[in-house]
């Protein structure tokens, strides 16, 4: 029987619930396509500083090291939005992206016909929209140096971040979007902001002398306020999207809500070979409705239907995550995040319950 290490992290918030609905797809499906997955669970974030006041342990980042693959639900919340930058939650997840080296963020926003009422834009706007957005994820602002706040001799204070890319990570991720397109509808579109910002007018060089390597792919340059605007202007247009991290941390928020919730979305950073992987919604720890059976699982089920797919190369497998989901969506089943007006909305683990029984019981004959 095949064996898959997988660290499990399911943070703060709402994470230890969506996590749990997840863990449970992810068994069934593993024995049913007979892969045996050794779960070992973690603290991160929040829950780690109260227990071990540190966000991220040398414990936990060796785990995810030695990992295949780690699945992680959300982190942070407003218990420990006082601690010093150092110290957030967020941080932990930041520093497992660096150590992993997972530079490629795949954040797929695709519509599911049962959800077009969900979504806040018209129906013919949204019908058929299949956007992947790939985001850069261990440079720019997010990690550039000089960073930090501070005081000055007249008592006020200057903050400073700094978008910084080299070529070489520009190159690497613009051949994660080529490739993705190729496999896809053959267009990338690279968003930058290469009117203003130096850096992204690099970044739209080294791209454009990468695309020469993927002569059958279509690619065009967008800058990141147009790309916004046309996101819920004219969707349909694109298909891979390419870009630098905070461009694309914004950018796949605004697309999520093209498929009616945020709560829908699952990603995949990915490393060098996808040696190295983690999975998580896109979506943060909603501490607002933590512990109270509301959350939607669904974009954490998917995320794990992503691990299947790109670190354990189960395709059969994500596909029957993603058909379970897409079954269980056109039942009718809604959380309250998706439930349309006058649709009773079901709990987190009703909606993870019904997941596992379409997995169970769909009747696709065994690979
Ligand atoms: C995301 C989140 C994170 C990010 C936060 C929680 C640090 O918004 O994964 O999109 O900004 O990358
Ligand atoms: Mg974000």
């Known amino acids: 029987m095949k064996r898959f290490n997988v660290a499990v992290l399911p943070g703060d918030g709402i994470g230890p619930e969506i996590m749990a609905e997840a863990i ?103 019908d058929g929209v299949d956007i992947l957005v790939v985001r850069e994820l261990t440079g720019g602002l997010y990690f550039g140096t000089p960073k930090g706040v501070e005081k000055l001799p007249d008592g006020t204070e200057r903050g400073v971040n700094t978008m910084v890319y080299t070529t070489p990570e520009i190159e690497r991720i613009a051949k994660v979007g080529f490739e993705a397109a190729r496999k896809r509808r053959k267009k990338l579109c690279s968003v930058d902001k290469a009117n203003v910002l130096e850096t992204t007018e690099l970044w739209r060089r080294v ?30 247009q694109f298909d891979v999207i390419v870009t630098e991290n905070t461009f694309g941390d914004i950018l796949s928020d605004e697309a999520s809500m093209l498929t009616g919730s945020i709560g829908m979305l699952p990603s995949a950073s990915l490393g060098v070979d996808s040696r190295r992987a983690m999975y998580e919604p896109i979506h943060g720890s909603a501490p607002d409705i933590a512990g109270k059976g509301l959350a939607n699982p669904l974009a954490t089920i998917l995320s794990a239907g992503m691990m299947l797919n790109y670190s354990f190369d189960m395709q059969d497998a994500a596909m029957e995550i993603e058909k379970a989901v897409e079954a269980v969506l056109n039942k009718g089943f809604r959380t309250a995040d998706i439930a349309e007006q006058g649709v009773k909305p079901i709990s987190t683990a009703q909606m993870g319950e019904a997941v596992v029984k379409e997995a169970l019981h769909s009747h696709r004959t065994k690979p």
């Not at 997840?93 to 997972?102: N, V």
């Not at 967008?222 to 605007?229: E, I, L, R």
């Open 24 to 126: 449970k797809v992810l068994q069934v499906v593993g024995k049913r396509f007979g892969v045996d997955f050794k779960l070992t669970h973690a603290l991160v974030g929040g829950a780690s500083i109260d227990a071990s006041g540190i966000p991220l342990t040398d414990e936990t980042l060796r785990l995810a090291l030695d990992a295949d693959a780690v699945m992680l639900a959300a982190v942070g919340g407003p218990k420990w939005e006082s601690l010093d930058y150092s110290l957030r939650p967020e941080r932990a997840l930041l520093a497992l992206r660096k150590e992993m080296g997972l530079f490629a963020n795949l954040r797929p926003a695709k519509i599911h016909k049962a959800l077009m009422g969900a979504s806040t834009l018209k129906p013919e706007v949204i």
């Open 207 to 236: 791209v454009s002398r990468v695309g020469k390597d993927f002569p059958d792919v279509e690619l065009s340059h967008m800058y990141v306020d147009n790309c916004a605007m046309q996101l819920v202007r004219n969707p349909k």
